[in-house]
């Protein structure tokens, strides 16, 4: 079956502009997670929804971070004035329950620069 | 804080030869996991290995843990030039993974 998709797959904007990170989970999966990932760095949590409900988002680095799952399908990640520092890759995964042994599924990533 | 730190973080080596990345966490955990990315995006789940297991196979890779020493080492037998990547480890807990900054790994042709 399909993956996890993410659109867009790179998305250049200016400082200060408001951005949106589109993520497909596997069909199914009940649990989604979004991490940012840093050049030369390994992957950083950001938020983790079961169902439509953000269970975690201890990851989100401040208030300019927003997520949602309304259908607890399709997650957007949001970006309100975007900054130079949030330059990075974003990844979606996700897992079919939301265990601490669940394997997560990940999107290819979307690429965000921040100019 | 990311929990997992691989050990070497670049390591290149000959087809056929093995290549061998460590990784070490802080804290006590539920399982441990080696996913693999090419290019700088999409990671490729490889293994998981719980707790309570010391070692895991899966094809040409070989896992190890020990909670002891809290590590962990990943073992690519036979390298191909497909394998040229970086791997990270990735510890799981509290319904998230945190992972190490990652070992490249480059396969000579």
């Known amino acids: 079956g399909a993956g996890v998709s993410q659109t867009p797959s790179n998305k250049v904007t200016e400082k200060g502009k408001y951005v949106e990170l589109r993520c497909d989970p596997i069909s199914g999966h009940t649990a989604l997670y979004w991490y940012r990932q840093s050049l030369g760095q390994g992957p950083e949590f950001l938020i983790y929804f079961q169902g439509t409900g953000a269970a975690d988002d201890s990851g989100l680095p401040n208030d300019r971070f927003f997520a949602v799952r309304p259908e607890g399908s399709v997650s957007t990640l949001k970006i309100q004035r975007t900054e130079r520092g949030d330059s990075a890759v974003y990844l979606c995964a996700s897992s079919p329950v939301g265990t601490n042994t669940d394997t997560q599924y990940f999107g290819p990533g979307t690429r965000l620069t921040v100019l | 804080s990311q929990q997992g730190e691989e050990d070497p973080q670049a390591l290149s080596i000959q087809e056929g030869e093995n290549a061998t990345m460590n990784c070490s966490y802080k804290?006590?955990?539920?399982?441990l996991q080696w996913y693999r990315q090419n290019s700088g995006r999409g990671l490729v789940h490889l293994i998981l290995?719980?707790?309570?297991?010391r070692e895991k196979h899966s094809g040409r890779l070989r896992v190890t843990l020990d909670t002891s020493k809290k590590s962990s080492s990943l073992l690519i037998t036979a390298s191909r030039a497909a394998d040229t990547a970086s791997y990270f480890c990735a510890t799981g807990g509290n319904n998230r993974l945190a992972f190490g900054k990652g070992n490249q790994v480059v396969v000579i042709p």
């Open positions: 804290t006590s955990i539920n399982n």
């Open positions: 290995i719980r707790s309570n297991e």
